[in-house]
């Protein structure tokens, strides 16, 4: 897995965490309805994995200290869906808060923000790498 693609996954991850908070919206008056969200998949995990994919080729080793790529990771599209703690429960049991969800809907717009922003400029350096606008 390069680097664009784990940008990718992380612009995936955000993608359907949005899906999973607007299902929590839309099921805020539900009785009984606990709202959900999406573990984070370790990108730093999958950012290792990525730069000893790149290289494929075999390094070699000559001193002890030299970092020796042996780890491997497999990409995942499927993330894990979760019970969110909720702050408080109603009387009808719905344990959807739309303040909480406000919150998460903002910080994950920030995440998929910047993570497009990094995609848009690694696309741009590539451009400018092989001569193009």
Do not use: C
Request: charged share 20%.
């Amino acid at each position: 897995m390069n680097f664009i693609n784990l940008i990718s996954a992380k612009m995936k991850w955000h993608q359907t965490r949005q899906s999973v908070i607007a299902e929590n919206v839309a099921n805020a008056e539900t009785p009984g309805y606990q709202a959900k969200d999406i573990t984070l998949p370790n990108f730093k995990k999958m950012l290792a994995a990525s730069q000893q994919s790149a290289n494929a080729f075999n390094l070699a080793t000559t001193d002890h200290k030299h970092i020796s790529p042996h780890a491997s990771y497999q990409q995942t599209t499927a993330f894990k869906e979760r019970l969110v703690e909720p702050w408080e429960v109603t009387h009808s049991k719905n344990a959807v808060v739309l303040e909480q969800e406000m919150m998460r809907l903002s910080e994950n717009q920030l995440g998929f923000e910047m993570a497009s922003n990094i995609y848009k400029r690694s696309v741009k350096l590539f451009k400018s790498a092989l001569g193009k606008k």
